[in-house]
C-alpha cells in the first residue's frame, strides 16, 4: 500500500507491460468486430454498400489503433499518471478487495430486481456499495437504502407511472 | 419577422403553468444533481432521462431543457468549492474559483460564476434563436456526402484536439462506434453483432453507455483508489453581493468569454473546453492583474464560467438544426429525442416547431429561474457537497441500477451496464478520455447512414465525399484536427529530449 516502495524504473517498467497490454486488447476487440462482421449475412444479390463495409473499417481501425498505441509506449511515449480527481488517489495501487465488494453488490441487485423487486435490490446495492466504500454503520445503512429506494420507487411509480418491478413487496403498496 | 414570431408562440408554449412547472423541476432536479461530486452534466442528463419518460414530447424538452442547464449551474459550485472538475471544461473554474473560495472569497466567486452564467446563457439563446434559422437553410442544401463529412470532422475534433494523446482519444471513439454497430442494419434489417441475444437487436441505448462508462467506471475507478486524506469542502465565505469593483471586473470578462463560447460551441465540430481554456488566457493578458491569476482572480472565473455556458447553448444549434451532436451531453439529448420518434435537423423546425421553440424559450426562462435559486440557495447546496463519500457513491449506483433498469426493464440491460462499466474503469486506468465513446455510439449509426445513401446515389462510387467541394473543404479540415495535434506533439517531444 505504501507509495514509492518501489524504485522509479520498475514502476514504469510495470506501466509499460500494463499498457502493452492495453494495446494488446484493442487489437483484440478490432479482431473480435472483423470476425463478427463475418457472421451478418448478406443477400447474394445485394449489390450495394452492404452491411458489413462500415464493420469492416470499425475492426480494422481498432487493429491500426491498437498497434499505434503499442509503437508509443515503445518509443517511450507514456502518458503518466491519470488525471487528479477528488477522491481517487492515481499513484495508489488497485484495491481489489473494495472493487471485488462493488462488483458483488451489482450482482446481487442484478439476480434480485425481478425477484425481490426494485426496492429490496436498490436498499441491498446501497447498503453492500457503502460498505465497500468503507461505510462501517451496515445497519444505518440499510435503512437509509430503504428509504432511499422506497422514495425513488414511490416517486416513479405514482409521480412519472413508470412501473417497476414490485417483487416480493407486491400487495403492500 | 420570422425568428421573432416563432419566439413569441414558443413562449406561448413554455409559459402555461404546467410547463412552468416542468420548467422549475428540471432546473431543480439539475442543479441537485449536478451539484453532487462526480457527476457531470453528461451524466446528469443520463440518470435524469427516465423522469421524463411519461411526459408528453412537449413538457418533456421543456423539464430537459432544465436539467441541462442546471447541470451546468450545479457543476460549477462544486467545482468552486471542492476543485473536483465535473468536466473538462470546468477545470479552469476549479482552479482559480477554489483558490478564490480558500481566500474567503468564495461567495463572490459563487456570485460571479452565477450571473456570468446567467449573463452568457442569456445571450448565447438569442445568439441561438436567430442562428438557428439561418443554419437551417443552410443545413437543407446539405446531402448524405455533407452530412457524413461534417460527423467525420466532429469525429476528429473530439477525439484528437481535447485530451493528451491522439491515440487514446481515437481508441475511445472506435470502441464508441463498435458499440454502435449493434442492432438491426437499418438499410438490409441484417442482425449485427447481437451474439443471438433478441433483446440486443435495438441496439444498446447510448444512456447505458454513458451511465456505464461516466457511473459505474468512475465509481469503480474510485473505489480501485480510494483516497483517505481527503480535501476538505471549503466553507462559502463572504458576502453572495459582490462588491463595485468585482462588478466592474467581472463584467467585460463575461461578454468577453460569450464572444467565444457561442460560436466555437455552435460550430459542427464544438466542444466547450476550447473556448474555455482561450477565455482564460485572453482575461489574463488583458488583466491588469496578471499576477493574481493561479492566486484566484475574479476575472479567472468569470471568462470561462460565462465561455462554458455559452458554448452549452451553442452546442444546441448544430443539434437542433443538423441533428449533430457535438458532446456526450448533447448526444443523450439526440437520444431523448430519438425515444419520442423525433429527428432532429432540418424538419424539425418545420414539423414540430411548437416544442424546437417551445424549448428555445423555456431556456431563456430556466436561466432565470436558475439565477433565481443559485445565488440566494446556494448555502443549500453547499451542504450536499458534505454528503459521505460511500453514501455519495452508492447513491449513484442505485440511481444508475434504476435509469438503466427503466429503460427497457429488461435485466439485458444491466448486463450490459456492467460490461461497459468495467470497460470505463480501465478506460479510466489507462487515461482514455470517454466523451468521444458516447459520441461515436450516438453519431456512429447516423455517419454510416449518410455514407452508405451517399455510395447509394454516386453508384459505389468513392469519389463522391472528394468532388463535391463542400465535402471536401470538410474532410480536409478534419484531417487536419488530426494530423496538427500529433505533429505539435511530436516536435515538442523532440524539444524536450534535447
Redesign the interface.
Given at each position: 500500500m505504501e507509495r514509492g516502495d518501489q524504485p522509479d524504473s520498475s514502476r514504469s517498467r510495470t506501466e509499460i507491460v500494463?499498457?502493452l497490454a492495453?494495446a494488446l486488447?484493442?487489437v483484440a476487440?478490432g479482431a473480435l468486430?472483423l470476425w463478427?462482421?463475418n457472421e451478418?449475412?448478406?443477400?447474394p444479390t445485394?449489390s450495394?454498400?452492404?452491411?458489413r463495409?462500415?464493420?469492416t473499417i470499425?475492426?480494422a481501425?481498432?487493429i491500426l489503433?491498437?498497434l499505434?498505441?503499442a509503437a508509443?509506449v515503445l518509443t517511450g511515449?507514456l502518458?503518466g499518471?491519470?488525471?487528479e480527481?477528488?477522491?481517487?488517489?492515481?499513484t495508489?495501487?488497485?484495491?481489489?478487495r473494495?472493487?471485488g465488494l462493488?462488483?458483488a453488490?451489482?450482482v446481487v441487485?442484478?439476480l434480485l430486481?425481478?425477484r425481490a423487486g426494485?426496492v429490496i435490490?436498490?436498499a441491498l446495492?446501497?447498503?453492500?456499495?457503502?460498505?465497500?466504500?468503507?461505510?462501517r454503520h451496515p445497519i444505518r445503512?440499510a435503512l437509509?437504502?430503504l428509504a432511499?429506494?422506497v422514495v425513488?420507487y414511490i416517486g416513479?411509480t405514482e409521480g412519472?407511472?413508470?412501473?417497476?418491478?414490485a417483487g416480493w413487496l407486491e400487495g403492500i403498496s | 419577422m420570422g425568428a421573432l414570431g416563432d419566439l413569441a408562440r414558443g413562449f406561448e408554449v413554455a409559459l402555461t403553468p404546467e410547463n412552468l412547472l416542468w420548467a422549475f423541476v428540471g432546473v431543480l432536479l439539475g442543479t441537485v444533481v449536478g451539484v453532487l461530486p462526480g457527476i457531470g452534466p453528461a451524466l446528469t442528463v443520463a440518470l435524469l432521462l427516465p423522469v421524463t419518460f411519461s411526459l408528453d414530447p412537449v413538457s418533456a424538452f421543456i423539464m430537459f431543457a432544465g436539467i441541462y442547464y442546471g447541470g451546468m449551474y450545479g457543476g460549477s459550485t462544486t467545482s468552486i468549492l471542492l476543485n473536483t472538475p465535473g468536466e473538462s471544461a470546468s477545470i479552469i473554474t476549479a482552479i482559480e474559483g477554489n483558490r478564490m473560495a480558500r481566500k474567503g472569497r468564495g461567495a463572490a466567486a459563487l456570485a460571479t460564476a452565477a450571473i456570468g452564467s446567467f449573463v452568457a446563457g442569456t445571450i448565447a439563446t438569442i445568439g441561438l434563436t436567430f442562428l438557428s434559422p439561418v443554419m437551417v437553410d443552410v443545413a437543407l442544401e446539405f446531402g448524405p456526402a455533407e452530412y457524413f463529412a461534417l460527423i467525420v470532422l466532429a469525429f476528429s475534433t473530439i477525439s484528437a484536439v481535447l485530451g493528451r494523446s491522439v491515440v487514446r482519444g481515437l481508441i475511445s471513439l472506435f470502441l464508441g462506434l463498435a458499440i454502435g454497430l449493434v442492432g438491426i442494419d437499418t438499410l438490409t434489417g441484417q442482425s449485427r453483432f447481437t451474439f443471438g441475444i433478441p433483446q440486443l437487436l435495438n441496439g444498446i441505448d447510448v444512456v447505458t453507455v454513458a451511465v456505464g462508462l461516466f457511473a459505474v467506471g468512475e465509481t469503480f475507478w474510485v473505489a480501485s483508489r480510494l483516497r483517505h486524506d481527503r480535501d476538505q469542502v471549503v466553507p462559502v465565505r463572504g458576502s453572495i453581493w459582490m462588491t463595485r469593483e468585482e462588478w466592474r471586473r467581472s463584467w467585460k470578462a463575461w461578454l468577453r468569454g460569450t464572444a467565444l463560447g457561442f460560436p466555437i460551441g455552435a460550430l459542427p465540430a464544438g466542444g466547450a473546453e476550447i473556448p474555455t481554456f482561450l477565455s482564460y488566457t485572453i482575461e489574463k493578458q488583458l488583466s491588469q492583474h496578471p499576477e493574481e491569476f493561479g492566486n484566484g482572480a475574479i476575472e479567472g472565473v468569470a471568462g470561462p464560467e460565462a465561455a462554458n455556458n455559452a458554448s452549452a447553448a451553442g452546442v444546441l444549434v448544430p443539434l437542433l438544426t443538423l441533428g449533430l451532436p457535438t458532446s456526450a451531453t448533447a448526444a443523450i439529448m439526440l437520444a431523448a429525442f430519438q425515444r419520442y420518434g423525433l429527428q432532429p435537423g432540418p424538419l424539425l423546425f418545420e414539423r414540430n416547431s411548437e416544442l424546437v421553440w417551445g424549448l428555445i424559450a423555456s431556456l431563456y426562462i430556466g436561466n432565470v429561474m436558475l439565477l433565481v435559486l443559485n445565488l440566494p440557495l446556494v448555502g443549500l447546496w453547499v451542504r450536499l457537497l458534505a454528503i459521505p463519500r460511500p453514501y455519495l457513491y452508492a447513491g449513484i449506483l442505485v440511481l444508475a441500477g434504476l435509469g438503466t433498469y427503466s429503460l427497457n426493464r429488461s435485466t439485458v440491460d444491466l448486463v450490459v451496464l456492467y460490461i461497459i462499466g468495467a470497460v470505463g474503469f480501465l478506460m479510466r486506468r489507462f487515461d482514455i478520455p470517454v466523451a468521444p465513446a458516447v459520441v461515436g455510439v450516438v453519431l456512429g449509426p447516423m455517419a454510416e447512414d449518410h455514407f452508405r445513401r451517399a455510395l447509394q446515389i454516386s453508384r459505389g462510387d468513392y469519389s463522391v465525399f472528394v468532388t463535391r467541394p463542400i465535402s471536401l473543404a470538410i474532410l480536409i479540415v478534419a484531417a487536419l484536427a488530426i494530423v496538427v495535434p500529433v505533429l505539435i506533439r511530436r516536435s515538442r517531444g523532440r524539444g524536450d529530449s534535447r
Open positions: 500494463a499498457e492495453l486488447g484493442v476487440i468486430v463478427q462482421t451478418i449475412r448478406v443477400a445485394y450495394r454498400i452492404g452491411p463495409v462500415v464493420p470499425v475492426g481501425g481498432l489503433l491498437g499505434w498505441l508509443d511515449h502518458t499518471p491519470s488525471e480527481s477528488e477522491d481517487a488517489d492515481p495508489l495501487p488497485t484495491d481489489w473494495t472493487v462493488l462488483a453488490s451489482l441487485y442484478l430486481i425481478e426494485f435490490a436498490s446495492l446501497f447498503t453492500g456499495a457503502a460498505f465497500a466504500m468503507g461505510s445503512d437509509l437504502g432511499v429506494a425513488l416513479f412519472l407511472d413508470l412501473r417497476l418491478p | -
